[in-house]
């Protein structure tokens, strides 16, 4: 289907009625990240973690899409969102939804709070100390916060201060003892101090770092009475926009995170009750045109929780899980390039260890047969094992070569930081595309192997990026196979030369052929279906907002299609609807790991799952953006074991789970499945049971993968799997 010929439909039928609003449908999504933060069967410190990634969550939401959506009534563009609204009539609808979202925000963390201090984790306010704590902390702001803040007056004869994105300052009320003046004072908390403050002794005390300076205000000001103060926050447009005759992409950057830095503000936060005339003040010299004005009554910055998260007590957080390393490579005496040689291999993060995916490039990089590694980097963290691998083989004498992507949102930096050192180390660091962001997950190895080459691929859904693989759940897919080699040398030549390939045998490339093969899947169940034959879709997914898909699955459903998709975050398709979508099912899962893996499977004339099924992992989700101005890949399953893995194991299990997942009802609410008869924990079910994919004779002689099962002749109804309770 063209590209935008969903949105033009919907136009036309009322979009309304047929898709839900994106921005609309993140909120929901992070109210769900929220509810954790109230589950009780959770430990107490990571519902708190899950609150402050809520807050995470929140904070980018607003500094990247409201932003832009106050952009737009800048720049008085009225294109309508595929669901018909303005971008006028979309920040009403966002800004009544983020301001219940922040209130349930501050009543969880209220709630917390107390149970936190039950359990000998106390957050300390305004309340009397005794003179042991009351002395350490005076010793504390003298020691190590008055030397890194500074006061500045608010008057016409000093300018008012830079305030930076998500910088916390405080306004002073003074009165000069010595001519009863009155005076007002701002405090800007530099970064490099602590959120929260831990003092000594076993028992966790904390204290917010702008209740610390408050309560030692007279020690800033000396010779003033405080009458009284109030804090506030401040959060910035932090987009970046590309400019399509950037000349040096590498300077662009470097000026335009600069930039974002002095972004115009779109939320100001104020804590409590704030004084009336000193938010004036703020609100003229920040310049609040188009902007949020959020009174919290509570903490400011919900995501500077983290830091408590950290504190030393297991018994309040999920039990420690190590990773298992593949079996099938271990048997080959850790040789990377003869496990892959025997056969393909799929490893399952974060249940399988992200180490695999290092030592196949720390192989390459000291093995003297491969010649040449090439690498995509889109987000690889600030301690990366990869960087320092492809560093090491480029110092061995080997050809290497990095697409760095730069636009990576918020990687920016530490990307230029990592392309700077790849160069001095001589890889050869490619920037890919001014207009679209290369994001795709691929390396591939090249070997000399019996008087010829072969290559080695990497195909991951997730970054290289050790932290993340430690939380999400992704595929890292190895292959050999000579024609996935050829067609990622094909997608190299592409992002490095812009040589368009003209034909690829098995990887789908965007912006080049991703959308039509996916849209050729889609026809063919439609074809079974109008046939008699069983029609089925499974998708995993983390997003789902492109309208051409979107109609694509609608004509689907009415055409007898059973659909079954999991999608974590955003959604805009309307599931359930009679004449539209009633054959579609869309859930949502959240738990203990982040679901991320991209996963389609298509029933190709058999019940699903079967072995006929055609089943594709990628980088991209369901969103224009992926097929449209993204350099991603649709990559084919066909090893049996790693079919079998895929599909009657992962996408099976996210489509049993019940205690982790919500069900997407037709008016654009969700709901949690809820109690089951026979519960099934996705999540758990994996830690507990190992891969089918890399655990080689231990297939034959270990412990026998549970099987799991759905019943026939419906969409993504979850059953009883066996063992009954997993």
Known sequence: MEAGKGQAQAERTGGASRFFNRELSWLSFNQRVLAEACNPDYPLLERLRFLSISGSNLDEFLMVRVAGLYGQVRRRIEQTSIDGLTPTQQLAAITEAVLALETAQQAVWLDLRQKLAAEGIAVLGSERLGAGRSRWLRSF?????????????????????????????????????????????????????????RLPGDDASYIAIEDLICRHAGLLFPGFKVLGHGVFRVLRDSDIEIEEDAEDLVRYFRTAIQRRRRGSVVVLQLQGQFDPAAEQLLRTQLGLDHALVIHSPGLIGISGLATIVDEDRPELKFEPYSPRYPERIREHDGDCFAAIREKDIVIHHPYESFEVVVDFLHQAASDPEVVAIKQTLYRAGKQSAVIAALIAAAEAGKSVTAVVELKARFDEEQNLLWASQLERAGVQVIYGFVDWKTHAKVSMVVRRENGGYRTYCHFGTGNYHPVTARIYTDLSFFTADPRMGRDAARLFNFITGYVEPRRTELLAISPLGLRARLGECIAAEIANARAGRPAAIWAKMNSLTDPDLIEQLYEASNAGVRISLAVRGICCLRPGVPGMSERITVKSIIGRFLEHSRIWAFANGADLPSARARVYISSADGMSRNFDRRVEVLVPIRNRTVHDQVLDQVMVANLLDTEQSWLLAADGTYQRIGKAENPFNLHRYFMTNPSLSGRGAALDHGRKVPKLALRRGGAAVPVTPDPKRL
Do not use: C, K, W, Y
């Open 141 to 197: 702001v003298n020691e190590h916060v008055l030397p890194v803040i500074t006061p500045q007056a608010i008057d016409p004869a000093h300018p008012f201060p830079f305030v930076a994105s998500q910088g916390i300052g405080i306004l002073f009320s003074l009165v000069r003892l010595a001519d009863g003046a009155p005076v007002m004072e701002m405090v800007l908390i530099p970064q490099q101090l602590p959120r929260f403050v």
